[in-house]
């Protein structure tokens, strides 16, 4: 029994499909049926039936989730005290970052990390900030770049690296894009494109809207941004966005209310934590 089957049998029991797996492993789908197939026949259960396209997890399999999960934990950690010990930059390092940080503010910075430490495995997984944040609580992930909690979780270290200004905008033919000087009370009136309402940005906006006992009129909630600005462009409603984001399809709203987020790096003190892991992390600060 090798380590990848148990890490096969993770990813699939993660994404609900062999596909999505062994896309995400860099492999083959009968590699990853394969190293599954292995599992089975060293436990002597089934864990995966046909369902359609995909597959469905066996009563098995779900027992098996968290045994496997935290085994693979506590030999990341010997690696981590080991390659600490021989104070060596090397090994894997899993890290989750939102989209819109992973395109728009890490790139250069994971560039020039790799460049520094070259015996890094990097191994970068695109997550919503909040089940990135969820992630590290488990252990799933060592560091992660996320839109930071309104209220952060006292079991974990926080690091602000870049303010990210939110706008109201909207298709420039809205009829809100050609008013001035709106309230939080005009824009109730038309439908709104936001995130969906437990994301950390949807909250920050919710948050203004309650402190006068509004409730915007949502018609749709989307997660990724890129998906609310294209929405938006073509005028199904108004939305707030990242200042980053802004095109030429857009027109900030005439609104006298200023919205920020911060993002940064997130990581659990508590786990042992590799050279790997707080090179990036001094780097990062």
Same mark, same amino acid.
């Given at each position: 029994?090798?380590?990848?089957?148990?890490?096969? #049998?993770?990813?699939?029991?993660?994404?609900?499909?062999?596909?999505?797996?062994?896309?995400?492993? #860099?492999?083959?789908?009968?590699?990853?049926?394969?190293?599954?197939?292995?599992?089975?026949?060293?436990?002597?259960?089934?864990?995966?039936?046909?369902?359609?396209?995909?597959?469905?997890?066996?009563?098995?399999?779900?027992?098996?989730?968290?045994?496997?999960?935290?085994?693979?934990?506590?030999?990341?950690?010997?690696?981590?005290?080991?390659?600490?010990?021989?104070?060596?930059?090397?090994?894997?390092?899993?890290?989750?970052?939102?989209?819109?940080?992973?395109?728009?503010?890490?790139?250069?910075?994971?560039?020039?990390?790799?460049?520094?430490?070259?015996?890094?495995?990097?191994?970068?997984?695109?997550?919503?900030?909040?089940?990135?944040?969820?992630?590290?609580?488990?252990?799933?992930?060592?560091?992660?770049?996320?839109?930071?909690?309104?209220?952060?979780?006292?079991?974990?270290?926080?690091?602000?690296?870049?303010?990210?200004?939110?706008?109201?905008?909207?298709?420039?033919?809205?009829?809100?894009?050609?008013?001035?000087?709106?309230?939080?009370?005009?824009?109730?009136?038309?439908?709104?494109?936001?995130?969906?309402?437990?994301?950390?940005?949807?909250?920050?906006?919710?948050?203004?809207?309650?402190?006068?006992?509004?409730?915007?009129?949502?018609?749709?909630?989307?997660?990724?941004?890129?998906?609310?600005?294209?929405?938006?462009?073509?005028?199904?409603?108004?939305?707030?966005?990242?200042?980053?984001?802004?095109?030429?399809?857009?027109?900030?709203?005439?609104?006298?209310?200023?919205?920020?987020?911060?993002?940064?790096?997130?990581?659990?003190?508590?786990?042992?934590?590799?050279?790997?892991?707080?090179?990036?992390?001094?780097?990062?600060?």
């Amino acid at each position: 029994m090798n380590l990848a089957a148990f890490e096969a #049998f993770v990813k699939v029991m993660e994404t609900g499909s062999i596909s999505l797996a062994a896309d995400q492993l #860099f492999i083959t789908q009968p590699a990853v049926t394969k190293r599954i197939h292995s599992l089975e026949d060293y436990f002597g259960v089934k864990l995966f039936e046909s369902a359609g396209r995909g597959v469905q997890a066996t009563h098995a399999a779900h027992s098996l989730l968290p045994k496997v999960k935290n085994w693979l934990n506590e030999l990341g950690d010997i690696h981590h005290t080991l390659s600490h010990e021989q104070d060596q930059v090397q090994g894997r390092l899993k890290i989750g970052t939102s989209h819109h940080i992973g395109l728009h503010h890490l790139p250069n910075h994971l560039k020039n990390y790799v460049q520094c430490f070259p015996n890094v495995k990097l191994d970068v997984h695109f997550v919503d900030s909040e089940q990135a944040h969820e992630q590290v609580l488990a252990g799933d992930l060592e560091l992660a770049f996320l839109t930071l909690p309104p209220q952060g979780d006292e079991r974990l270290s926080y690091v602000t690296i870049w303010n990210d200004p939110l706008v109201f905008i909207a298709a420039p033919f809205h009829p809100l894009a050609q008013r001035k000087n709106l309230t939080l009370e005009d824009l109730i009136e038309y439908p709104s494109l936001l995130p969906a309402a437990q994301t950390f940005t949807s909250q920050i906006t919710l948050a203004e809207f309650e402190k006068k006992g509004l409730k915007p009129k949502t018609t749709m909630s989307n997660n990724p941004l890129e998906s609310i600005r294209m929405l938006a462009s073509i005028g199904l409603g108004w939305s707030v966005l990242p200042k980053t984001l802004l095109n030429h399809d857009l027109k900030p709203l005439d609104i006298p209310i200023e919205m920020n987020r911060q993002l940064g790096m997130v990581w659990h003190p508590g786990r042992t934590q590799s050279r790997a892991v707080q090179e990036l992390i001094q780097m990062m600060k």
